[in-house]
């Protein structure tokens, strides 16, 4: 199951620039490096031209516009790809910038276009031909492939590292981003790579700090002394600046002394003639929540972000190094992050959510993330060993006559199908699985899978429906938007507007008969499309908050069977916030239900929701708890309605609503009994089926989409709830499941 974009890392954008206008700044090189607020996309061409405009995770780049220099390894198409080139055996020989000024002349003469062109190279990129097609990569890429020596040699080229490097290098161009936070599967190369920057950004930086962390003091400390020094040490004599101290420093790189660049206008320099330094240092710190506070940074390389464990915190860490990247409102350095993720309760939730805060698609008024850094995820399949063709793209699927890798090694099977095999191999071991869906994600959701066999529903109905609804496009399902007042006034009109800053999320609109449907009687307004579907809603009063506190404020829209042109039994509205203000989260929640006409079941134990409803002539949109009958209500209950969440029997009750929910249409229904055999349910927020799956019944608190569904769930079945001389026709005593198994199984019925 996967959508037609799954193996698309960008999308090309058509029509940004008009052509006369591309193609008069084109001619006069006039298209400048960094972001451009007109057409809205970052430039990372240093040519003042650009041809192609490709989105990446959100992000819209402008490409250089291919030279005339491609490089062409042969003309045979099918042995066009990238292979990295010895330094010739002369240069060899050269260990240092003082070797060169004592060489002759001539030796000069005929090897200076050659290092000149490796600084171009360097700083400009490189183009070629692949397979056939022009390819680009950035000058850090051209870095990584030609001078980088990793564990193995020198690295392999790979498309989905082009692509990071172009997301990375769109990230230093860009004023408005901090760096990178990359979500990636294990071995990917990452820590090569940011070494690789690391070096790069400190051989041609002057009076800079460049700064490493990783989950543990001695993890940061062996990628500096296994990675860095090693890097830094086989860099050809042009590129490398002089050293003070050892070859192989324990603690700190320092330039201190470096060569010059090598041109034609300095190539006639001579020992005796000063250098100037750089005075650029590398180093790395212990692992902590203050680590390089008050330092300045050109450069922060931030590896295995997602598995810092208690006590340190990597949110915690970056709000204070966040600050030295910066000086005022202007950004000085940048930060390349990058990790798998633990589970959720070692280290993976701070990951996760500093992740979610660096969404490029949701940006403040300073026109930045939350986080201020930028999100990257690359699936899989497009980078595991193994599965790479000579031309650094991946093989999918099983090829009917074998490929052969970039490893020099025959591909038989493809990525996706050993990942699958892999799956239904560890389907018996949840634990295994899980992690397993951690270090080699196909999607975010994945990445982030967590350990849940604690957890009272069905797992295997629940990840049956994430894992589907991340092959959907999920754009065509979801809207996110606001709702509104019509021209401003109150208790009037509501209006749905998309907009991608919107709190809301909606997979159904009512027709226009149906929306602000309110009945008036008597001059009490009661809900017109009661029989439509009802909301669920866990509110909050108090509106400040210590930071990092707090819960947020949860609103679930549920429909019923119906007749009319809605779904029945769907979620069609998700709203999972907390705004400056509980005022306003109490409009945000009157709206939807005066747009939708439906009532709402609310908890009464935080009351100020279901005071603002009754103030403004609403008390009859608020549902009584259904579990009594309306002359055994107290009197706050009778004035305001709701349901308690301290009775056992209600919790009990609850969570019992859910679980119906879930065996009836979320997932897979395997035998055919609520839908057809083998009929995938339609539950397409995410949010809320990670909630279910981690929803402890002992620890409510933490789960508000939980507790606003649920409610939602109870409003809708509220029948089954009414007393009666007769048996109850539900049993509070909701099932349990084993989530041990390939599937989870019923503990007791």
Same mark, same amino acid.
């Given at each position: 199951?996967?959508?037609?974009?799954?193996?698309?890392?960008?999308?090309?954008?058509?029509?940004?620039?008009?052509?006369?206008?591309?193609?008069?700044?084109?001619?006069?090189?006039?298209?400048?490096?960094?972001?451009?607020?007109?057409?809205?996309?970052?430039?990372?061409?240093?040519?003042?031209?650009?041809?192609?405009?490709?989105?990446?995770?959100?992000?819209?780049?402008?490409?250089?516009?291919?030279?005339?220099? =491609?490089?062409?390894?042969?003309?045979?198409?099918?042995?066009?790809?990238?292979?990295?080139?010895?330094?010739?055996?002369?240069?060899?020989?050269?260990?240092?910038?003082?070797?060169?000024?004592?060489?002759?002349?001539?030796?000069?003469?005929?090897? =200076?276009?050659?290092?000149?062109?490796?600084?171009?190279?360097?700083?400009?990129?490189?183009?070629?031909?692949?397979?056939?097609?022009?390819?680009?990569?950035?000058?850090?890429?051209?870095?990584?492939?030609?001078?980088?020596?990793?564990?193995?040699?020198?690295?392999?080229?790979?498309?989905?590292?082009?692509?990071?490097?172009?997301?990375?290098?769109?990230?230093?161009?860009?004023?408005?981003?901090?760096?990178?936070?990359?979500?990636?599967?294990?071995?990917?190369?990452?820590?090569?790579?940011?070494?690789?920057?690391?070096?790069?950004?400190?051989?041609?930086?002057?009076?800079?700090?460049?700064?490493?962390?990783?989950?543990?003091?001695?993890?940061?400390?062996?990628?500096?002394?296994?990675?860095?020094?090693?890097?830094?040490?086989?860099?050809?004599?042009?590129?490398?600046?002089?050293?003070?101290?050892?070859?192989?420093?324990?603690?700190?790189?320092?330039?201190?002394?470096?060569?010059?660049?090598?041109?034609?206008?300095?190539?006639?320099?001579?020992?005796?003639?000063?250098?100037?330094?750089?005075?650029? @240092?590398?180093?790395?710190?212990?692992?902590?929540?203050?680590?390089?506070?008050?330092?300045?940074?050109?450069?922060?390389?931030?590896?295995?972000?997602?598995?810092?464990?208690?006590?340190?915190?990597?949110?915690?860490?970056?709000?204070?190094?966040?600050?030295?990247?910066?000086?005022?409102?202007?950004?000085?350095?940048?930060?390349?992050?990058?990790? @798998?993720?633990?589970?959720?309760?070692?280290?993976?939730?701070?990951?996760?959510?500093?992740?979610?805060?660096?969404?490029?698609?949701?940006?403040?008024?300073?026109?930045?993330?939350?986080?201020?850094?930028?999100?990257?995820?690359?699936?899989?399949?497009?980078?595991?060993?193994?599965?790479?063709?000579?031309?650094?793209?991946?093989?999918?699927?099983?090829?009917?006559?074998?490929?052969?890798?970039?490893?020099?090694?025959? =591909?038989?099977?493809?990525?996706?199908?050993?990942?699958?095999?892999?799956?239904?191999?560890?389907?018996?071991?949840?634990?295994?699985?899980?992690?397993?869906?951690?270090?080699?994600?196909?999607?975010?959701?994945?990445?982030?899978?967590?350990?849940?066999?604690?957890?009272?529903?069905?797992?295997?109905?629940?990840?049956?429906?994430?894992?589907?609804?991340?092959?959907?496009?999920?754009?065509?399902?979801?809207?996110?938007?606001?709702?509104?007042?019509?021209?401003?006034?109150?208790?009037?009109?509501?209006?749905?507007?998309?907009?991608?800053?919107?709190?809301?999320?909606?997979?159904?609109?009512?027709?226009?008969?149906?929306?602000?449907?309110?009945?008036?009687?008597?001059?009490?307004?009661?809900?017109?499309?009661?029989?439509?579907?009802?909301?669920?809603?866990?509110?909050?009063?108090?509106?400040?908050?210590?930071?990092?506190?707090?819960?947020?404020?949860?609103?679930?829209?549920?429909?019923?069977?119906?007749?009319?042109?809605?779904?029945?039994?769907?979620?069609?509205?998700?709203?999972?916030?907390?705004?400056?203000?509980?005022?306003?989260?109490?409009?945000?929640?009157?709206?939807?239900?005066?747009?939708?006409?439906?009532? =709402?079941?609310?908890?009464?134990?935080?009351?100020?929701?279901?005071?603002?409803?009754?103030?403004?002539?609403?008390?009859?949109?608020?549902?009584?708890?259904?579990?009594?009958?309306?002359?055994?209500?107290?009197?706050?209950?009778?004035?305001?309605?709701?349901?308690?969440?301290?009775?056992?029997?209600?919790?009990?009750?609850?969570?019992?609503?859910?679980?119906?929910?879930?065996?009836?249409?979320?997932?897979?229904?395997?035998?055919?009994?609520?839908?057809?055999?083998?009929?995938?349910?339609?539950?397409?927020?995410?949010?809320?089926?990670?909630?279910?799956?981690?929803?402890?019944?002992?620890?409510?608190?933490?789960?508000?989409?939980?507790?606003?569904?649920?409610?939602?769930?109870?409003?809708?079945?509220?029948?089954?709830?009414?007393?009666?001389?007769?048996?109850?026709?539900?049993?509070?005593?909701?099932?349990?499941?084993?989530?041990?198994?390939?599937?989870?199984?019923?503990?007791?019925?």
């Amino acid at each position: 199951m996967q959508n037609q974009d799954q193996n698309k890392l960008y999308t090309e954008l058509k029509n940004i620039v008009p052509k006369n206008v591309l193609s008069i700044k084109n001619k006069s090189k006039s298209w400048a490096y960094g972001y451009n607020e007109k057409y809205n996309f970052v430039v990372i061409s240093k040519t003042g031209q650009i041809d192609e405009i490709i989105n990446i995770s959100g992000l819209n780049i402008a490409l250089p516009k291919p030279s005339k220099d =491609i490089i062409k390894r042969s003309k045979k198409k099918e042995d066009q790809f990238w292979e990295s080139k010895e330094l010739p055996k002369q240069l060899k020989k050269i260990k240092s910038i003082f070797q060169w000024h004592e060489a002759p002349l001539s030796f000069k003469n005929e090897w =200076i276009d050659y290092i000149e062109n490796e600084f171009n190279y360097r700083e400009l990129g490189c183009w070629f031909y692949n397979n056939g097609v022009p390819t680009y990569i950035t000058g850090t890429h051209y870095m990584y492939l030609q001078w980088t020596k990793i564990d193995v040699g020198l690295p392999d080229y790979r498309e989905a590292n082009r692509v990071f490097y172009i997301f990375w290098e769109a990230c230093k161009a860009d004023k408005r981003s901090f760096g990178m936070d990359y979500l990636k599967i294990r071995r990917s190369g990452f820590s090569f790579m940011a070494s690789c920057e690391g070096v790069n950004t400190g051989t041609i930086t002057k009076d800079a700090r460049i700064g490493v962390l990783s989950k543990t003091g001695s993890d940061a400390k062996k990628m500096f002394t296994d990675k860095i020094v090693p890097i830094s040490n086989n860099y050809p004599f042009f590129f490398k600046p002089i050293q003070d101290g050892m070859d192989k420093p324990k603690t700190e790189l320092a330039y201190r002394v470096p060569a010059s660049k090598i041109t034609k206008k300095n190539m006639y320099l001579t020992e005796e003639q000063e250098l100037e330094g750089l005075d650029t @240092t590398i180093d790395w710190k212990n692992t902590g929540d203050n680590s390089y506070d008050g330092e300045k940074l050109q450069l922060l390389l931030h590896d295995e972000s997602g598995k810092w464990e208690k006590p340190d915190n990597i949110l915690n860490n970056w709000r204070v190094t966040k600050t030295c990247l910066r000086l005022g409102s202007k950004v000085i350095g940048k930060c390349m992050m990058g990790s @798998t993720s633990n589970a959720l309760d070692k280290g993976g939730s701070n990951f996760k959510k500093l992740y979610i805060d660096s969404d490029c698609g949701k940006r403040n008024s300073n026109g930045q993330t939350k986080s201020g850094l930028y999100s990257l995820f690359i699936p899989m399949e497009w980078n595991m060993e193994g599965f790479i063709d000579r031309y650094g793209m991946p093989v999918f699927r099983s090829p009917k006559s074998p490929i052969l890798g970039i490893d020099g090694e025959m =591909i038989n099977q493809g990525a996706l199908d050993y990942w699958e095999n892999e799956v239904d191999s560890l389907k018996q071991d949840p634990d295994a699985l899980n992690e397993f869906y951690r270090q080699f994600p196909r999607s975010e959701s994945h990445a982030f899978r967590d350990e849940s066999k604690q957890s009272i529903f069905n797992l295997t109905k629940i990840y049956q429906q994430i894992d589907y609804n991340d092959s959907l496009i999920t754009a065509r399902y979801v809207t996110q938007g606001s709702f509104s007042w019509e021209n401003g006034i109150k208790d009037t009109r509501v209006i749905w507007s998309p907009n991608k800053r919107g709190r809301f999320f909606v997979t159904w609109l009512p027709e226009k008969a149906l929306q602000n449907n309110i009945i008036t009687k008597n001059g009490v307004k009661y809900p017109g499309n009661e029989h439509v579907g009802t909301f669920g809603c866990d509110s909050y009063d108090i509106s400040g908050v210590v930071v990092g506190k707090g819960s947020n404020g949860s609103l679930h829209g549920l429909t019923k069977f119906n007749m009319d042109n809605a779904p029945s039994n769907e979620f069609f509205l998700e709203y999972i916030a907390r705004p400056q203000t509980a005022e306003l989260f109490f409009e945000d929640v009157l709206m939807a239900m005066v747009f939708y006409g439906m009532p =709402i079941l609310c908890e009464n134990n935080k009351p100020r929701l279901l005071y603002h409803l009754k103030n403004r002539g609403y008390r009859q949109f608020s549902v009584n708890r259904p579990d009594k009958r309306f002359n055994k209500l107290s009197k706050t209950e009778k004035e305001l309605g709701g349901i308690p969440n301290s009775s056992e029997d209600v919790k009990q009750s609850h969570a019992s609503a859910i679980e119906s929910y879930i065996e009836k249409y979320v997932g897979l229904d395997m035998e055919g009994s609520y839908r057809d055999q083998d009929d995938m349910g339609i539950m397409h927020f995410q949010r809320t089926l990670e909630d279910w799956a981690k929803f402890d019944i002992n620890n409510r608190t933490k789960f508000d989409a939980s507790i606003s569904s649920g409610l939602a769930i109870m409003a809708n079945q509220k029948h089954l709830y009414t007393p009666s001389k007769q048996k109850s026709k539900i049993s509070i005593n909701f099932a349990r499941y084993n989530n041990t198994a390939s599937v989870s199984q019923l503990i007791n019925k």
